[in-house]
């Protein structure tokens, strides 16, 4: 993946009011939010918040109700300026830009999709789309072309004549990404563009989401208050607290074994973890051999104590697996199941539920690095506690 840097916030702090000085000096004193708020009348929306996101990611702001998600967001594109803190995406300095310029680069660089539909409900679903590109002064049927390519990347080809207010709540918020994505802009940032929806349209939605992803490779600022919705469409993950200051910065899986504080630990209780972990890291080291002959078979078989092994070739690709069953009855050797390191728990149960012996796990080149047992999957289909830190 390319690491550059796309977006990176400094420091951000927030405060809705007329005399900001007042709520620095409650934040100097370690104050909350909610007694700076009484005092002074001032809101600390968000604290000293710095993160980078690095190009092709996508990358979640996730937090309760009120804890700042969409000023963060708004504070990315100026829709606010920070009241301290620098915005700098693919190298400029966005705080310092005058109106003017900051109309430009919105403009070209950044789309946006908006927590509600944000339509022009009596407009065609095709002007709205192209309404970006009409700004830009694109012309008529230059527009027109892009915006029913768009309307067919979200699936929408047929609806391009329609009144917005016409369509399904799903439908509306695949138009906001479609007039998002009609000025092709590098940076996407979206506020809850799937919470209004029911879960069925939600979660096909996210897979949407995903496969344009991988089609156009762009740097998503992706906001939801849902760790689901994080873990499932997120490559790392910033969580919010509501205080407006970041507790954790991770990988889903890595907020899932190590939450950074309690804050963070409440929301897991409600994440599916068989969908996050992956089988490196629940896999344990293999049992294998490097000989193809069923009599050494027997031997190992008896010194380890296993009931299989796998078998494997010089460069530690495996090669057969052998069990105890089929040494005994004299039979040919299995070719094993082997899945990828970073396949997640759920996707590999089939497998996993299905072979005898356990599962083989692979790395990028091919050698077996470990083996997935049963009973470590059902631990962590049914326990609350996981054993694997
Ligand atoms: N324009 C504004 N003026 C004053 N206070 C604001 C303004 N916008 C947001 N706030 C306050 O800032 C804090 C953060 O609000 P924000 O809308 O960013 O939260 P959020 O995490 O997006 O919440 P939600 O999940 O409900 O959308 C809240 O306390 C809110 O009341
Ligand atoms: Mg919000």
Redesign the pocket.
Known sequence: MNTEERVQAHNITKI?GDNPEAAFAGIQEGKRKQTIFQETGQ?V?LRDVSFSVNAGEIFVIM?L????????LRCINRLHNPTQGTVTIEGTDVTSLTTKQLRTFRRNTLGMVF?HFALFPNKSVLDNVTFGLEIQGVKKHERQEKGREVLETVGLKEYADKKTSQLSGGMQQRVGLARALAIDPDILLMD?PFSALDPLIRSGLQDELLKLHSQMSKTILF?T?DLNEAVRVGDRIAI?NQE?QLSQIASPEEILLHPADDYVARFLKDVDRPSVVRLETIMRKPTVTYEYTSSRGNEILKQTAQTYFFVLNDRSEPRGVWFEEQIRENRAMDMPHTLHKDMTVRDALPSILTDSYPVGVVDDEGKLIGEVHRQDVVTLLTSNTLAYE
């Open positions: 809705f809101l929306a937090g109700s009120g804890s700042g998600k969409s000023t963060l927590q809850e906001v208050h919010v407006g």
